[in-house]
């Protein structure tokens, strides 16, 4: 799974460019498979993207387009997928999303993750083979948002406890 | 037809008339001037009524990105916004890195160019297909944040940047900022005033048109050599530790930080307000600019307040340049002054300015509505901002600037306004650094060390440069020999980063960018030619023309000088002390160069 160290994140966005770019040779957040949020209010900075949560909500794909791979990563079979949106409804964390008729979701890249290697500071890592959390607390109350105010609900959430930190550190 | 690099379109603005029309970016008028700050000025230049007033419907707005803007190559994140300046009547722009300038790439447009007056308060949302006006009158008097919230709360979409304004520039303070991705200030020459007086309280953008290159591979191999130049340039680890705050010590340690309003250049109790101290005591974690691995920037909590930076010139300006010692209360005006958007550099001056000429009894309390400042009085610095900030009382006239406001008193006032063509001076003192005096004393905004940052005199390479510049005193701080053609090289440089647009503490303090690189960084991005040769011709002409357009605009020779103090007083203590710079000889080789007549 790909997990992030929010303390290291400065939100540069190097893992979100490298992503598009060993992809897709362009550079548009639009094509990532992991998005950098940064979050002015709070001085917090994080990338999401798939983390192989425990109940994998995506695969219940109507038309079974999307698999699991070996890594735990999540397969898309273009021919098989219709675009019916059921995934990216169903992901969380906003970790999937359709644009331009393709489905965006980490592949994991084939073990050796762009994202970890672009990374000066460390803040991604990814510990292979390892299950990723379950984000069933998190569901409820994403249930109805769009990708994107998922992604903003979950980075506020994960950085909650930053921010504690640093407030008691200043105290 | 551009078809890799750029985005290849323009979007003009009326706000008078609420429309907008997108054309065509015209290949062969960007290959003369590359993108970012040489294509602003180049529009400027073209359309522009030059007697027109700066505060104006007819004053000009551009927000320019360049070729390699937003693209894999790293630190490609600054944007440049140009306008005739409020503070100066001359050439005005100002560059920010953070987040925006990426975002704005992928609208596909280079450049939006924005004329007119709103007849209310309202922002803009630029995407791919145009524009969309809202008015905001809800939003007057918002911070640079609550605005960014708030915008992209009303988009509902988390991934929009907002460039805003707040109290400073829609009250049209000369020296207003524009500020984006929270905390990153495009703050010289009074461009958030220029978005104040059109009513425009911010400009959001989200775009979704991908950056391509023409050559991906050959790009990558190139930007792969540089990021391996900047993991291992021996000032990585420092630079991305500290960012520029490390110049309070360094600069102190030459003796050239301004102390009491650059009266002295030795700040006794630097310790207290260093780039360290503020990383060991209040940082708590790197901030960076898009796509950039070094990361120099921090987020500090301090004084119940919290932001992004402060970088070196905001530190020095409200520390040792105004005779305070405590670092919490120059973090705490740093979160304030962003939030306001207020350049910080000029605010500073305008309090320095102030405390020396009351402290020489230039001054008296009756000419300031009452008011007595001294060296460091935190209380009464607070005062004055929001009197500046607000226009309140005398005030409103501070929001013009020092120099303006200056001219209402005795000579010996005036002169002690530390400014070049209006524009105040940075946090460097040119007595100790002779090639940063004449780039203050050249630069086309006025003092500015930007237009140059001729670094390289502080490296001690002499070897290097000799071979460069035909003397070794090129890299001897002290000597006024060899440093025209230092800056006529560097001013090259830091115009090119500019143009690509790059960042210029990488680009050209860490020296990762020359012409011979950059020549195949932007083949491989955009396609066309961009030989060396051609690169320096076209640059020297934007050089030009910048030049030409002071001109127009009434400057002449003499006002490439610097300040009486620099020339005719010597420091009295540390490693400068007894320098003062000899400007006129620079400056007439510098001329010469040019073959600018007098």
Redesign the interface.
């Known amino acids: 799974m790909i997990q992030v160290d929010l303390h290291k994140c400065t939100g540069c966005k190097k893992c979100e460019v490298a992503c598009v770019f060993f992809h897709t040779g362009r550079v548009s957040n639009r094509l990532a498979r992991i998005k950098v949020l940064n979050l002015y209010e709070s001085g917090i900075d994080g990338p999401v993207s798939c983390i192989q949560c425990e109940e994998k909500y995506c695969l219940k794909c109507p038309e079974e387009a999307l698999s699991l791979g070996s890594m735990g990563q999540i397969i898309v079979s273009p021919t098989v997928c219709n675009l019916c949106g059921v995934c990216e409804k169903a992901c969380p964390i906003g970790a999937i999303e359709i644009f331009e008729n393709i489905v965006y979701v980490c592949d994991l890249c084939g073990g050796k993750p762009k994202c970890v290697e672009a990374c000066t500071e460390g803040a991604i890592i990814f510990a292979k083979g390892e299950q990723g959390p379950s984000l069933e607390s998190i569901r409820k109350d994403t249930n109805k948002m769009s990708p994107s105010q998922k992604r903003l609900y979950y980075l506020k959430k994960l950085g909650a406890d930053l921010r504690d930190k640093w407030s008691r550190k200043h105290a | 037809m551009l078809e890799y690099g750029y985005g290849g379109r323009i979007l003009r603005i009326d706000l008078t008339e609420r429309t907008f029309r997108i054309e065509p970016l015209d290949s062969s008028w960007v290959k003369a001037v590359i993108g970012g700050r040489a294509a602003n000025s180049k529009r400027l230049f073209e359309e522009l009524d030059m007697n027109c007033d700066p505060l104006g419907p007819d004053n000009i707005l551009i927000f320019g990105v360049g070729p390699l803007t ?3 190559l790293t630190a490609s994140a600054y944007y440049t916004v140009t306008a005739k300046s409020p503070l100066t009547g001359i050439l005005g722009d100002s560059a920010a890195g953070g ?1 925006f300038g ?2 704005m790439k ?1 609208t596909g447009f280079d450049q939006i160019i924005i004329t007119g007056k709103a007849d209310r308060l309202l922002y803009l949302l630029v995407t791919d297909s145009g524009v969309k006006f809202v008015d905001c009158p809800e939003h007057k008097g918002k911070k640079i ?1 609550e605005t ?2 708030a915008i992209r709360k009303e988009q ?4 929009i940047q907002v460039a805003a304004i707040g109290s400073a520039g829609e009250n049209c303070v000369a020296f207003a900022a524009v500020v984006s ?3 990153r200030v495009n703050g010289r020459t009074g461009m958030g005033a220029v978005m104040g007086s059109k009513n425009l309280k911010a400009l959001a953008v989200r ?7 023409a050559d ?1 591979l050959a790009f ?1 191999a190139e930007s792969r050599k540089i990021d391996q130049d900047i ?1 291992t340039h021996p000032e990585y680890k420092k630079r991305h530790n500290l960012g520029t705050t490390m110049l309070m010590k360094d600069l102190n340690s030459i003796g050239i930080l301004p102390t009491n309003h650059f009266q002295e250049g030795v700040c006794a109790y630097v310790e207290e307000i260093s780039g360290q101290k503020l990383a060991s005591s ?1 940082k ?10 070094v ?1 120099c ?1 921090r ?1 500090y ?2 004084n119940d307040q ?1 932001a ?1 930076g402060p970088e070196f010139e905001t530190l020095c300006g409200f520390t040792s340049r105004i005779g305070n010692r405590s670092l919490p209360f120059a973090l705490e005006m740093n979160a304030y002054l962003n939030q306001i958007g207020m350049d910080s550099i000029s605010t500073s001056e305008v309090i320095g300015w102030i405390m020396e000429c009351q402290e020489k009894g230039l001054i008296h309390p009756k000419d300031l509505d009452g008011l007595s400042i001294s060296w460091g009085e935190e209380e009464k610095i607070r005062q004055v901002v929001d009197m500046i900030a607000f226009r309140q009382g005398i005030g409103d006239e501070l929001a013009k600037g020092a120099k303006e406001f200056s001219g209402r008193f005795s000579d010996e006032a005036q002169k002690l306004v530390m400014h070049v063509k209006g524009l105040d001076i940075i946090c460097g003192d040119p007595r100790g650094i002779k090639a940063y005096g004449l780039t203050y004393a050249i630069a086309s905004r006025g003092a500015d060390h930007l237009r140059a940052e001729p670094y390289f005199e502080l490296t001690n390479r002499k070897e290097e440069a000799k071979k460069r510049f035909g003397t070794e005193k090129a890299a001897d701080r002290l000597a006024e020999e060899g440093k025209a053609a230092l800056v006529s090289y560097s001013e090259k440089i830091a115009l090119l980063t500019d143009c690509l647009t790059m960042c210029k503490n990488i680009g050209l303090c860490m020296d990762i960018l020359n012409l011979e690189r950059v020549s195949s960084l932007l083949k491989a991005g955009t396609g066309l030619d961009y030989s060396p040769e051609y690169l320096s011709k076209i640059l020297a002409d934007a050089i030009d023309l910048d030049h030409a357009f002071n001109r127009r605009l009434g400057k002449t020779r003499k006002d490439d000088t610097l300040p009486d103090r620099f020339l005719k007083e010597p420091l009295t203590e540390g490693p400068t002390k007894g320098a003062t710079v000899d400007i006129q000889k620079m400056v007439d080789e510098y001329y010469k160069i040019h073959l600018w007549e007098e």
Do not use: M, R, W
């Not at chain 2, 775009?207 to 290159?213: D, I, T």
């Open positions: 937003g693209s894999f987040q990426a975002e992928l944040i960014t919230v509902g979409d988390v991934a991705s929270g905390n775009g979704s048109k991908p950056v391509a290159l991906t990558l993991l209040f708590v974690k790197n901030k960076s600019c898009f796509n950039c691995n990361h920037s987020y909590l301090a919290e992004e």
